[in-house]
């Protein structure tokens, strides 16, 4: 499964909920083009009084040089970014963060 692919399924799943997320798609759209945007994880989600992040790649995907800056910033402030696999880990998460 590709990340685009793992991103759509996860988008899907919180959709389907009617979670409240958030998504900063890649490219340079013009949220990209006033915020620095560089680094952040992919899913950015409130739901039940509970805000919490975390970052999909695949089984072989690694982090940007970016998110290697950005995530121990973000750990600094109390915000840790999981790491999330596949669609099973997604959901174990979200189960055990908002439930």
Known sequence: MSEDTFQADANNFLTDLKVPFLHIPKGRGNAQRFMNLRGWPDLMIWYRQVHADTELKTPTGTLTD???IMFPLLADQGFEIPLQRNMDEFVEWFEKTFT
Do not use: T
């Open 66 to 68: 970016s998110q290697k």
